[in-house]
């Protein structure tokens, strides 16, 4: 009686047969090599054309310089701003416009200096002292129009033709643009203590005064809350903050008895009917502790699928980047107010303020906004850039599946050996991953085309869901909500097959269809185990992960609040760090167990899969221990 292990038919359970199945995967039943060499190649030359196209059209230097309000570079070498690298908004409070978010770019002109500005100064205040202190002229001038040198002229037309800014703060040179400095000093804004203004009455005044006008309306507010009927329109009566009040009530009691008594039930009920499946699931969670004592260095393995993701987000990254810069400097015109007509329009920077517009939009620009064109390459930019997040999605769907691919294959090993560790490979992890770039490629690139192509399609109704979101029909919202819901249970369901899928390729070397269609199969065969051991598996990982960032986040508080012998950094506000490191250890934790929770899958569908009478039980190198909870339930459920 022979049995057909994936690569050739076994008699007997041979301690080589066993061992080597793995290293010898069968190839794919209906792709020979050679198709599957040039699938390979056509997918990877269309990807590489596609980066090049992108590459080509793409300007690299609109990565590495700001661009001025006129579409100049800063800092370009054999330019006029070749010294001048960083970039200088007129007036950075129009940049809180809400015209950014639909332009992303400030409305207010933008010229490249040398250095940012160190102190506050206005216009008006430099023009009249202009004759006794020449030299803050030449200072305020060097953040004017290039060229301009007329402290004489009208101050209207000045700020109309945006000669010059209207003030200068003192900033800080931040990705080689000049923001305000809100540097502290011992915890306090040092801007307020050397930062002086020009009031009403032409006195110099400080800005750590306003202080006292802040604290005077503050102390003028508390004396009204404690006036009566100053208050009733913020309140409403019979409303309680303090929930310390509920819990006064009997019946807040008699709810949480009844509750709890509910869930005991539900719960002991549970444990009396799935006992055994129980049983079986933490027979499993023990010989997958097992499995990777014997395997260590798959605990090391999410680092690679980490690094694998972090190229594909690279890759992403810069191809969308120099997609976004393949065409020419457009600029239009951007006004703070609402009441221009020719908003948002096209124009030219030269001729601009020669024309009738600036006049009817005061306040109006010519800015840049963005490298577009009416090329043909420009013209299908947004057909790239889906293309560009498909490929992205690919890769990263690719790179996870590979990475279980790899794991499911070295617990396999471990599986299939008679003698532990003698009968394991002597590098399971590396076998199993150059078996999975070798032979299983076309099958894991094919299940991360179809999760990638569902990807796709949510995000799409996103966008729609984005687009309808101030339509009044309430049938369209209806269809797209059930369109999303029934899309992401879609998304679920074939992460769920796949994972299997794999799990069955990295075993018996089969197609991604056959090995799904037997994945499939075994677990509807044993759904109720799926459930139980996916139940089970999943609570405690949780709380090995809850654990675990409940630690770290308990040792982070001692340590930033100096209740450790060890002495931490000075910080103003430490809850921000303290919230990274919860997330960081979570992150990590969860890379790790995840390794575990494939680790159990996949001594699970080997269970599944020679879950046969007891006179065939001598063949197969099944776990003690899981075959003594399934010697007296049936094959199926």
Not at 356 to 366: D, F, H, M, Q, V
Not at 375 to 384: D, G, R
Not at 415 to 436: E, R, T
Request: glycine residues 6%; aromatic residues 14%.
């Amino acid at each position: 009686m022979g049995l057909s292990l994936g690569t050739q038919p076994l008699t007997t359970p041979s301690v080589e047969g066993w061992k080597g199945r793995l290293l010898r995967p069968r190839r794919d039943a209906f792709i020979t090599g050679e198709h599957l060499n040039c699938l390979r190649l056509t997918v990877t030359d269309l990807i590489l054309l596609f980066a090049s196209a992108a590459w080509a059209h793409g300007d690299a230097k609109k990565l590495a310089y700001t661009t001025d309000s006129n579409g100049d570079f800063c800092g370009q070498k054999n330019t006029r701003n070749e010294k001048k690298n960083n970039l200088f908004y007129f007036n950075i409070l129009k940049c809180a416009s809400p015209t950014v978010l639909t332009s992303f770019q400030c409305p207010t002109r933008q010229f490249c200096v040398s250095v940012c500005p160190d102190r506050f100064l206005t216009f008006i205040d430099v023009q009249k002292k202009h004759r006794v202190d020449r030299s803050s002229w030449e200072y305020y001038r060097q953040y004017c129009k290039p060229g301009f040198n007329d402290p004489l002229k009208p101050v209207s037309e000045v700020f109309r033709n945006e000669d010059c800014p209207s003030f200068i703060l003192p900033s800080r040179s931040f990705l080689k643009r000049c923001f305000p400095d809100l540097s502290t000093i011992n915890g306090i804004l040092a801007l307020k203590n050397r930062t002086t203004f020009i009031d009403g009455t032409g006195s110099t005044r400080n800005i750590a005064d306003l202080q006292k006008g802040i604290w005077i309306c503050y102390r003028e507010y508390k004396r009204l809350l404690s006036k009566p009927g100053t208050g009733d329109t913020f309140y409403e009566i019979g409303f309680h903050s303090d929930l310390r009040v509920y819990l006064q009530l009997r019946q807040t009691w008699l709810a949480f008895t009844i509750m709890l008594c509910i869930l005991e039930v539900c719960i002991l009920l549970a444990i009396l009917f799935l006992r055994k499946r129980i049983q079986i699931a933490v027979a499993l969670l023990k010989e997958g502790s097992r499995t990777i004592g014997y395997i260590p260095c798959s605990l090391l393995y999410p680092l690679v699928t980490f690094f694998l993701i972090s190229i594909c987000i690279s890759y992403w990254i810069v191809i969308a980047v120099f997609l976004a810069t393949s065409g020419k400097a457009v600029f239009k015109v951007l006004n703070v107010g609402t009441n221009c007509k020719y908003a948002n329009e096209t124009c030219d920077p030269q001729t601009f303020y020669s024309t009738n517009i600036s006049k009817e939009c005061p306040g109006a620009g010519c800015h840049f906004a963005f490298y577009g064109g009416k090329s043909i390459f420009y013209e299908y930019i947004l057909i790239f850039q889906i293309f560009n997040a498909f490929v992205f999605l690919w890769l990263v769907n690719f790179s996870i599946a590979l990475g279980q691919c790899t794991l499911a294959g070295a617990f396999a090993s471990y599986y299939w050996a008679f003698q532990k560790p003698k009968d394991i490979p002597s590098h399971p992890l590396s076998a199993s991953f150059g078996c999975a770039l070798r032979y299983h490629t076309g099958s894991l690139a094919f299940g991360s085309l179809i999760l990638t192509i569902v990807q796709i399609l949510r995000v799409m109704l996103e966008y729609l869901n984005h687009k309808l979101k101030d339509s009044k029909s309430k049938s369209a919202k209806f269809i797209l909500c059930c369109f999303k819901c029934c899309f992401w249970c879609l998304e679920k369901v074939l992460k769920f097959i796949n994972r299997n899928a794999y799990i069955m390729i990295a075993i018996y070397g089969e197609n991604f269809c056959t090995a799904a269609r037997n994945a499939f199969t075994l677990i509807m065969r044993n759904v109720v185990r799926v459930a139980v051991l996916d139940k089970v598996t999943e609570f405690l990982l949780c709380m090995g992960k809850l654990l675990i960032s409940t630690s770290m986040g308990i040792l982070g508080f001692l340590f930033f609040t100096k209740k450790l012998p060890v002495t931490p950094p000075t910080l103003n506000y430490y809850w921000v760090p303290l919230l990274m490191i919860i997330f960081g250890s979570y992150l990590i934790a969860h890379g790790f167990f995840s390794v575990f929770a494939m680790c159990v899958d996949t001594l699970f569908l080997c269970f599944c899969k020679y879950l046969a009478p007891a006179s065939l039980l001598t063949l197969y190198p099944l776990c003690h221990c899981l075959l003594f909870h399934s010697m007296s339930e049936p094959q199926t459920e």
